[in-house]
C-alpha cells in the first residue's frame, strides 16, 4: 500500500471576519438579520437573532446561529452522541391530513400541539444535536431531508458534506444577490435526492407558486418527479402536507390546495371547514429538456439535475440565461435555483457546464455584488462524500483508522479513502480514457471533475495529465508565486522588481539572480535584451481596452528558459500572464516590465500590433523578435519596424502547433528518466488539452507558449535559400595522352 502524508481538509474554514464584541453587543438585543450583512461582508442564515460560528466556504463568508444553552443529545454517553431519525408519533398513525385531525377530539389535540410546534420550529430555525460530543448544527432544510425525507434506501444518512451543502444552499437562500448555487459534485453523493426533498420543503409552505425540474433529458427529468419528489411529498406527515389535487402519484404536476401555513397550532384550533379554505395553488412540475424550458414563466425555485451532461443540440449555458429571468423581477431575485451535476466530456455538455460553473465564483463579483452568472459554485472532493468511508457519525474517514472505525450500518471501515482512490487511479494509468472517466465520475479536485477524453486532443493529453496530475500533487508547495512587477519607486524605464502578491496578475516559478536581473543593453540608443542566450517569451496581445459586452479575450504571456550555461533550470515555462486588465496600456507595461526584468526578447502575433508599437515607441524594439521564418530583406515595411510574426499564414499555424506538440513530447509529463517536467501552469496545460488550431483565437495560452517555444528554438525556422555556386577555375592544365606524347587541351 502506498504512503500517504496526513490528509488535510480545506473545504471549509472557521474565520472571524466580525469583531467579538460586536457579535456579542448585536446577540444580547438580537439584531442580526437573516440575510446579506454588508458591512460585515457576511450572509447570516441565523433566524433567531444571534450568530456563532462563522464559516468560510470557498470564499463565501456563513455565519451560523449561536450554540443554544440546551442541545439534543439520544445519549450522556459521548461514543454513542449521533443523528439518529426520530420514530414517527404512534398516535398519528392513522391521522392522514388536516381533516382527521380536525375529527379528534379537543384534549387529544392539546396533548400533541407541543410536538406540532416544535416541529415547525425545527423546519424553520433549524436543529442542534451533540455529534460525538460535538454540538452540531444542521438548517430546517438538512433537517426536513434526515427527519422526514424517504429515499431510495429508506432513511437518509446523516453526513459532514451534506451539512455543508445545506449551509452553503441556506446562505444562497438568504444572500439577495445570489439565483442560486452551481454545485460540482461526485456520483452517488445524494444531490437528487436533496434537491428533490428542498422541493417539496418548499412548496409546501408556499402559495401561488411554481416549482420547476430539468435534467439531462425530458425522461430523466419525469423520472425524478415521479421517483423522488412525489414519494416525498406522500409520506410528509399531515401536519406539513396539503392537501393535492389530483392523482396520489401523479406523472407531470403535483398540485397542492390547501396552505401549510393553515396547519399552524394556531389554525388547527379553528374549526375550519373544508370549503373554507383557500387553495394554495402551488405546482411542481417538470419540462423536457432544452434551450427554453421555463421561458416566460415565474419559479420560486429551478432544479437543474445534471446540468453538466447537457448535449448537443441543447446547451445548458443557453438555458440558464433563459430561465434566469424567470426568477427574477425587474432587478429583484424572487426565486432560486439548485443547480448540481458531474461532468460530461468537454465535447458532450462538459465544456459548457465548467464554464457555468466558473462564472459562478462568489470571490469574482461585479459591482452589483453578483457574480457573472448570478450563481454559486460549490465543489465538495469525493474524499468528503464516499459510500462505504462515512463514518457513523457521518464524518469522512480520510486516511486509514488507528482505532476501529464503523459506517451507520456497523461495517468496520479499515482503510482510508484517500488510500483507496490512490489504488483505483493506479489500476487505471494504462487506460487514460477509463482514468479520466473516474476522475469526472470522483473528482477530489476541479481539475479532476473537467477532465476530458484523450480522443478530443490535437496532443499528447496522456502526458499533458500526468503533469496536471503531478502539479496537483504538488499544489499546497510554494513552486509558483503570484505578484506583480513594479518600476523601482514608481520611475519608468529604470530597474523592475517583483512583489508577491497573492491577488497578483503574474505567477513566477523562477527569477535569475540579481546579476542577470534587469539586464538590458545599449546600442546606438536602443535597448536590447541583455539574457537573450537563456530564454524568451510569448505573447498573446489585444489592442482594445473594453468590448460592447465587457467581456473579450484576456491577454498571455508566457516565459521559457532553453539551455544555457547560467544558473537557470533548462527547459523550463517559469512566468505565466492570463488577465485582461481594465486598460490596454496596463497589460503592454506588465507586459514590458516582465520583459525588462527578465532581460529576455519577445515574440508576439502581428496582426494585434499595439503592444510592439507601444515597446517602439518606449525605445524597446530590440525586444521584439523579427518572424524567425525570414530573413530581413524579405520582411515587410512593418515587420521590419516593429517586429513579430503573422497568425494568417498555413504554415505558420503549423509550425505552432508542432511547436507545442514538440515541447509536450519531451518536457512534459512522466519523463523517460522517471521524473517529471517542469512545466507547473494548469491553466495552460488545460489549454493544450483543448486547442483546437481553427479556433485559435479562444486560446490564449496555447498562442503565447506555442510563441515562446518558437522564439527559444527559432534556428528551426531558418529559410535555407538556393545558393548557386559557379564550377571554381583553378586554372589547372589539362592533357591529352593519346600517342606516344602528352599534349596541353587548349581552352
Known amino acids: 500500500m502506498r504512503m500517504i502524508n496526513s490528509y ?11 469583531k467579538l464584541n460586536t457579535i456579542k453587543r448585536l446577540n444580547k438585543s438580537k439584531k442580526w438579520e437573516y440575510g446579506y450583512n454588508k458591512e460585515n461582508d457576511i450572509v447570516v442564515i441565523s433566524k433567531t437573532g444571534m450568530i456563532g460560528e462563522i464559516l468560510e466556504i470557498q470564499g463565501f463568508q456563513i455565519a451560523l446561529p449561536k450554540e443554544p444553552k440546551e442541545v439534543y443529545s439520544c445519549s450522556k454517553n459521548k461514543s454513542e452522541q449521533k443523528w ?89 437562500k438568504a444572500d439577495k444577490r445570489s439565483y442560486g448555487m452551481c454545485y460540482l459534485k461526485n456520483r452517488r453523493s445524494g444531490f437528487s435526492f436533496m434537491s428533490s426533498a428542498e422541493t417539496v420543503h418548499q412548496a409546501t409552505l408556499a402559495s401561488d407558486s ?146 457555468l460553473y466558473y462564472d459562478s465564483d462568489v470571490t469574482k463579483r461585479n459591482r452589483n455584488g453578483q457574480t457573472k452568472s448570478g450563481l454559486y459554485s460549490l465543489f465538495i472532493p469525493m474524499e468528503w462524500n464516499y459510500e462505504g468511508f462515512i463514518d457513523e457519525y457521518g464524518q469522512p474517514v480520510f486516511n486509514t483508522p488507528k482505532t476501529r472505525t464503523f459506517d451507520p450500518s456497523g461495517v468496520e471501515i479499515d482503510y482510508g479513502v484517500v488510500d483507496h482512490w490512490d489504488n483505483e487511479v493506479d489500476g487505471l494509468k494504462s487506460d487514460q480514457d477509463a482514468l479520466n472517466e473516474f476522475y469526472r465520475q470522483f473528482p477530489r479536485t476541479e481539475e479532476h471533475a473537467f477532465r476530458d477524453e484523450t480522443k478530443n486532443s490535437l496532443f499528447n493529453l496522456v502526458k499533458i495529465y500526468e503533469q496536471i496530475d503531478y502539479n496537483e500533487g504538488n499544489r499546497n508547495s510554494s513552486v ?89 533550470p533548462a527547459n523550463t515555462f517559469f512566468l505565466e500572464y492570463i488577465a485582461r486588465p481594465q486598460t490596454a496600456e496596463i497589460f503592454f507595461e506588465d507586459i514590458l516590465m516582465a520583459l525588462v526584468f527578465y532581460g529576455m526578447p519577445l515574440l508576439a502575433e502581428n496582426n494585434k500590433p499595439r503592444l510592439l508599437y507601444y515597446l ?60 517529471y517536467g517542469t512545466m507547473y501552469f494548469n491553466e495552460a496545460l488545460n489549454d493544450w488539452a483543448r486547442f483546437d488550431i481553427n479556433k485559435r483565437t479562444k486560446h490564449d495560452a496555447s498562442i503565447s507558449t506555442g510563441l515562446a517555444i518558437m522564439a527559444c528554438n527559432r534556428h528551426l525556422y531558418r529559410p535555407n535559400p538556393k545558393i548557386e555556386r559557379k564550377p571554381l577555375d583553378l586554372n589547372i592544365s589539362k592533357y591529352s595522352n593519346k600517342g606516344f606524347q602528352s599534349t596541353i587541351i587548349k581552352r
Open 616 to 675: 517602439r515607441r518606449r525605445g524597446y524594439r530590440g525586444f521584439s523578435m523579427n518572424r524567425p521564418d525570414k530573413i530581413w530583406n524579405k520582411l515587410s515595411v512593418a515587420e521590419k519596424e516593429v517586429g513579430g510574426i503573422p497568425n494568417s499564414s498555413e504554415d505558420i499555424k503549423q509550425a505552432h502547433a508542432a511547436a507545442i506538440e514538440m515541447y509536450i513530447n519531451d518536457h512534459v509529463g512522466l519523463l523517460e528518466d522517471g521524473t
Open 8 to 18: 488535510k481538509q480545506t473545504l471549509y474554514k472557521i474565520v472571524e471576519p466580525v
Open 84 to 172: 439518529k431519525q426520530f420514530p414517527p408519533n404512534p398516535d398519528f398513525k392513522r391521522i392522514k391530513t388536516v381533516f382527521d385531525w380536525q375529527d379528534y377530539p379537543d384534549d387529544f389535540k392539546e396533548k400533541h400541539y407541543g410536538y406540532i410546534d416544535e416541529e415547525f420550529r425545527r423546519r424553520e430555525e433549524g436543529f442542534w444535536f451533540m455529534n460525538n460530543g460535538k454540538p452540531t448544527y444542521i438548517t430546517g432544510t438538512h433537517y426536513m431531508y434526515l427527519q422526514w425525507s424517504k429515499i431510495d434506501v429508506g432513511a437518509p444518512d446523516y453526513r459532514e458534506a451534506n451539512r455543508l451543502f445545506f449551509i452553503f444552499w441556506e446562505a444562497c
Open 210 to 355: 411554481r416549482f420547476g425540474i430539468l435534467s439531462k433529458t425530458g425522461a430523466d427529468a419525469k423520472k425524478m418527479f415521479t421517483d423522488k419528489v412525489v414519494p416525498i411529498s406522500i409520506n410528509y406527515p399531515f401536519f406539513f402536507k396539503p392537501i393535492q389535487d389530483g392523482m396520489d402519484r401523479p406523472k407531470s404536476e403535483l398540485a397542492y390546495r390547501v396552505p401549510a401555513k393553515k396547519f399552524t397550532r394556531r389554525k388547527m384550533r379553528e374549526r375550519e371547514e373544508q370549503d373554507d379554505m383557500e387553495g394554495l395553488d402551488t405546482t411542481i412540475d417538470w419540462k423536457n429538456t432544452g434551450d427554453n424550458s421555463y421561458d416566460g414563466e415565474k419559479l420560486s425555485l429551478l432544479v437543474h439535475d445534471e446540468s453538466g451532461k447537457w448535449e448537443r443540440p441543447d446547451n445548458i449555458k443557453n438555458n440558464w440565461r433563459v430561465t434566469k429571468t424567470c426568477l427574477r423581477l425587474g432587478s429583484r431575485i424572487i426565486g432560486k435555483c439548485m443547480m448540481g451535476s458531474t461532468s460530461n466530456a468537454l465535447d458532450k455538455g462538459g465544456d459548457n457546464f465548467k464554464n
Open 480 to 568: 509558483l508565486t503570484p505578484g506583480n512587477f513594479q518600476w523601482s519607486n514608481g520611475v519608468k524605464d529604470t530597474q523592475v522588481t517583483f512583489n508577491p502578491n497573492p491577488n497578483g496578475r503574474f505567477k513566477i516559478s523562477w527569477v535569475p539572480n540579481s546579476r542577470l536581473q534587469n539586464n538590458v543593453i545599449i546600442k546606438n540608443g536602443s535597448k536590447y535584451p541583455g539574457n537573450e542566450h537563456m530564454g524568451a517569451f510569448g505573447c498573446d496581445s489585444y489592442d482594445i481596452s473594453g468590448t460592447v459586452d465587457g467581456t473579450g479575450s484576456k491577454g498571455a504571456l508566457h516565459g521559457l528558459t532553453k539551455f544555457s550555461m547560467e544558473d537557470a
